[in-house]
């Protein structure tokens, strides 16, 4: 079962409006981490926010924690045609064994021109 | 510095075969993970292996398997194919062993069953 769930399932904007998408969780994380995949290619590592911290900025992305209720968003700003990408969350969830990195069902970003 | 590389990057092969897909992690990278991703689907998470150890494995049946050799680098093995196992499959490494950090990943390998 996925352990992070992203919404919207698809997102469709205008060039330089801004993007927000969500992220929930089941279970306690020590970090959770947004990835970004262009067309069927490998996953590029965008920001990492740590169960301690609540906000963190990375140029135009702004990534919040909130633990308490086990989500998280990501917010792009001033969006541009290249930013047309799956968006993904990423947290370390434990088994019965060992942890693991899950990732989400991903949230499809479209940027008109 | 090379990244994540993986091969084939497309493989074709018929119900009932073999396929063996392989991932050698970035220099120094320890940690290296397997994951599936169905068409338009998300990643589901396959394997993880860490200094030459599996660590922890996926809801996937036992005719996945894989294994890490002593320079980190890994091969998945998927028997009996099933027409359901086409998809990208993605490795990742990373320089953590405790999953607190970044993933690197490749750029994935395409399989069709046919």
């Known amino acids: 079962s996925q352990q992070g769930e992203e919404d919207p399932q698809a997102l469709s904007i205008q060039e330089g409006e801004n993007a927000t998408m969500n992220c929930s969780y089941k279970t306690s994380i020590n970090n959770l981490q947004w990835y970004r995949q262009n067309s069927g290619r490998g996953l590029v590592h965008l920001i990492l926010i740590r169960s301690n911290e609540r906000e963190k900025h990375s140029g135009r992305l702004r990534v919040t924690l909130d633990t308490s209720k086990k989500s998280s968003s990501l917010l792009i700003t001033a969006s541009r045609a290249a930013d047309t990408a799956s968006y993904f969350c990423?947290?370390?969830?434990?088994?019965?064994?060992?942890?693991?990195?899950?990732f989400g069902s991903g949230t499809r970003l479209s940027i008109r021109p | 510095e090379a990244g994540v590389t993986q091969s084939p990057t497309h493989l074709i092969k018929t119900r009932g075969q073999q396929a063996t897909l392989r991932c050698s992690p970035i220099s120094g990278h320890t940690s290296v993970y397997w994951y599936q991703q169905a068409l338009g689907l998300g990643l589901q998470f396959l394997l993880w292996?860490?200094?030459?150890?599996?660590?922890n494995r996926g809801n996937f049946p036992p005719r996945f398997s894989g294994r890490q050799f002593p320079n980190y680098s890994s091969e998945l093995n998927v028997n009996a194919l099933e027409l359901e196992d086409s998809a990208l499959y993605l490795c990742?490494?990373?320089?953590?062993?405790?999953?607190?950090?970044?993933?690197?990943f490749g750029e994935g390998s395409r399989l069709t069953v046919l």
């Open positions: 292996y860490d200094e030459g150890e599996e660590r």
């Open positions: 990423a947290t370390d969830a434990w088994d019965s064994s060992a942890s693991k990195i899950i």
């Open positions: 990742a490494s990373s320089l953590d062993s405790l999953n607190t950090g970044e993933l690197f």
